[in-house]
């Protein structure tokens, strides 16, 4: 039929696929992430990015410091409401499609500060798609963050322009 | 040091005689009480002559409901002897009422004031006459209340929530 085995997308054979699915599969492959580290979940996402626990096995080593060549956002880190509006900023000029990971307590639901500078969870102001639990979690529960993104894009994807 | 420190003393009540209003001593630390109106003054002359170079901290406290006046400005100096026997660290206290809280502003002596009093104003919304940039320092500088006076609570978010509001307009 349409496929060679013996030469997988070789010169004579083809795959069938949705043009959806083709751009879903090479989004959730090359996420590129943007920090956003505000306080010691920071250390740890940091540790995430480096060759011990090592991020870029997931393809999405690329951490860029300029929001727009960035789709996932990593927040980590107490957010006070003078940061809130900063934070709001630099997700709006992300380009779509984009991702957020609220990483620990406190961007979670504000952690032990229920003060009257810190948010109460970043959802107050963010549409946020994974939760990472923990003071600070550990960087595995990060990598198993990153990997709910690529499962939540590989079967929702994002909408094509 | 008790010595050193006593010399300092005596002669500040000498100079000053209205200017010390009270003074304390609990293990090892001294307080001194000092009129509002001449804060700036003993200051200066602790400074010039007897070297007390460096200006720690310099913070407030509300007495809310405990005692008038309501505010005490509280300033921790320190000296740097020539040998480690001779340091000697002093905390000053200013009486500050709630009607008019506001202070001279310790600044002309020490400019490394310049922070900790924007940070007592940020806190406690206490003025400091003449200082050079009597902004907030930490909260967004439209926010309205003063979060260290006892008579705010501190799980209100309405303030930081307005500011934040006006924030994402700009």
């Avoid at chain 1, 959730?28 to 979940?41: D, E, H, I, V, Y």
């Avoid at chain 2, 400074?47 to 006046?69: E, H, R, S």
Wanted: glycine content about 6%.
């Amino acid at each position: 039929m349409g496929l060679n085995m013996n030469s997988v997308l070789g010169g004579e054979g083809f795959l069938l696929t949705t043009l959806s699915a083709f751009a879903n599969w090479g989004r959730k492959n090359s996420l590129w992430p943007m920090p956003f580290g505000t306080a010691c979940c920071a250390i740890e996402m940091m540790g995430v990015f480096a060759s011990r626990f090592d991020l870029s096995r997931f393809g999405a080593e690329v951490a860029r410091f300029s929001p727009r060549q960035a789709d996932l956002m990593i927040v980590s880190g107490t957010i006070t409401y003078k940061m809130a509006s900063v934070c709001r900023r630099i997700y709006d000029q992300m380009p779509e499609p984009k991702w957020v990971i609220a990483m620990g307590s406190c961007t979670c639901g504000g952690g032990p500060f229920d003060s009257y500078a810190v948010v109460q969870g970043i959802d107050e102001f963010l549409p946020v798609d994974v939760y990472v639990g923990g003071c600070p979690p550990r960087p595995e529960a990060l990598i198993d963050a990153v990997m709910k993104i690529q499962k939540k894009i590989e079967m929702q994807g994002a909408p094509l322009v | 040091m008790s010595l050193d420190l006593q010399i300092v003393i005596d002669s500040l009540k000498t100079n000053f005689p209205d200017a010390v209003l009270d003074l304390k001593t609990f293990r090892g630390e001294t307080t001194l009480v000092i009129n509002k109106d001449k804060i700036r003054e003993v200051c200066r002359y602790l400074k010039n002559d007897f070297d007390f170079k460096f200006i720690a901290d310099i913070t407030a406290i509300d007495y809310l409901g405990v005692k008038t006046p309501r505010f005490e400005v509280v300033y921790h100096i320190h000296r740097f002897g020539p040998e480690f026997d001779e340091n000697i660290r002093i905390r000053l206290k200013a009486e500050v009422s709630e009607e008019a809280p506001r202070v001279d502003s310790v600044v002309p002596v020490w400019s490394g004031a310049n922070w900790l009093e924007r940070e007592v104003y940020d806190m406690f919304g206490i003025e400091f006459v003449d200082h050079p940039d009597p902004r907030r320092i930490l909260m967004p500088e439209d926010y309205e209340p003063f979060p260290l006076r006892k008579d705010f609570d501190v799980r209100d978010r309405e303030a930081s929530k307005r500011s934040f509001e006006r924030a994402l307009e700009e």
